[in-house]
């Protein structure tokens, strides 16, 4: 468990925190590319790191992110005009570009410097493969851009899914993603009417874990046999990217699922899934597993427009205690996304982690506490946080490659020449989900 000190130390993000000075040193996601379609598209809200602000894509296609309120008199630039390669507030007709620079102020004499003196607060973007992502930190500390697999690989390799507005701190939101002792029952499903484990399928995980850096991988290994073991490995990436291996290839990810879990302030998270394939390009569907699920039609979004969840506090996550008993062991609906967060939102806002019990089934939560704790300090001493860049030899966050196979006890699950040597079934036994 964490103290009560500790624990607001690394879950507080807002401007002036220790960890919130942590996230700003990083590329984090914005939003997504189909937020604003096309240029001149209208503007949308984003809360990021307890700031307001608004996205919008100028006329030449370049992506803006700038604070929500004018420089003027305050009024919000969410109900700006879009048009003619920036940004214009309907008050008094200030306008800005993507960087911040007003380039007219028509209420003003001709001759006014304002525009000269004043710049507006407005962060850089990036934009690829349907990502859209940003620096918050200081200038003069700006990294490279981070070369994750889902900025670099073909675009019809990458899968964005839905974002996800989340009523919980993002820390308990990424432990979860980096929990794999849940699988067996959060997101099991019945299988011929029992909720029994498969053969082989074992309740009670072994964990190996490894810390490098700025990345905490974990090992969960099930004894299947006599002599071997299913092992899956997950990893969580600074500062808050988590996630499980995809479709195996000789005992390897071919991809891996990436979820981002951004912090829009204390007590609300952004989360957006990412997938990726190396090999091959990823399939397109929309297939969200709520068929037959009663009042949901075929083909319901487990979001709304405003990427709130359908299934919510609001309306008690729709959890249905005959289908619980017979068909999905949480009884909720849409699946892994939704189940997750009724699990981190029923802790409440921010989880009071001095109340906890942990066991072995925490060795990854509690790692990846850890080197929170000691990048937090770090940052504070003046030291660079780990897994940015600012040369290209350095910046080395592209390659995860994961684990997802059955071999022989005492294989070392971090070395991939030795899992593809001794493996003896890729992919194993799946997750129960």
Known sequence: MLTKEEN??????????????????????????????????????????????????????????????????????????????????????????????????????????????????AYPTYEANGIIMTYMGPKEKQPLIPNYEWLTLPPDHVRVEDKYWNENNWLQSIEGDCDSSHLNYLHRNANNGSFDLPPGMADALDFKIDVTGWLVRAAAIRHTAPGESYVRTNFFALPAIGGPPQTAVDG????????????????????????????????????????????????????????????????????????????????????????????????????????????????????????????????QEGKDPPGVAFRPEDNNMGDITLVHATVPDGVDPFDLAAVRKHMIRSGGTQRVM
């Open 252 to 379: 390897v990810s071919d991809g891996h699922q990436a979820v981002h879990q951004t912090p829009a302030d204390d007590y609300h998270t952004w989360r957006v899934d990412i997938f990726t394939r190396r090999s091959v390009p990823i399939p397109r569907t929309n297939d969200r597993g709520v068929n037959g699920w009663p009042g949901l039609e075929d083909g319901t979004l487990p979001v709304g427009p405003d990427w709130r969840k359908r299934a919510n506090k609001g309306n008690g996550y729709l959890v249905d205690r005959e289908i619980q008993r017979t068909r999905v062991y949480a009884g909720i609906p849409f699946g892994p996304h939704t189940q997750d967060a009724v699990m981190t939102e029923s802790m409440g806002r921010i989880s009071d982690r001095e109340n906890e019990h942990l066991g072995q089934c925490d060795a990854q939560p509690i790692a990846i506490r850890n080197l929170l704790l000691k990048v937090v300090r770090d940052v």
């Open 8 to 121: 607001e130390l690394i879950t507080h993000v807002g401007p002036g925190t220790p960890m919130g000075e942590v996230w700003r040193r990083y590329w984090i996601i914005a939003g997504i590319s189909r937020e604003i379609p096309e240029p001149d598209s209208p503007p949308v809200r984003v809360r990021l790191l307890s700031e307001d602000l608004v996205m919008f894509r100028d006329s030449t296609g370049r992506v803006g992110l700038l604070a929500e309120n004018c420089s003027h008199r305050r009024a919000s630039l969410f109900f700006g005009r879009n048009e003619e390669c920036g940004l214009r507030c309907i008050y008094h007709g200030w306008k800005y570009d993507v960087e911040g620079n007003i380039v007219d102020t028509p209420a003003e004499p001709a001759e006014s410097m304002i525009k000269h003196h004043v710049k507006h607060t």
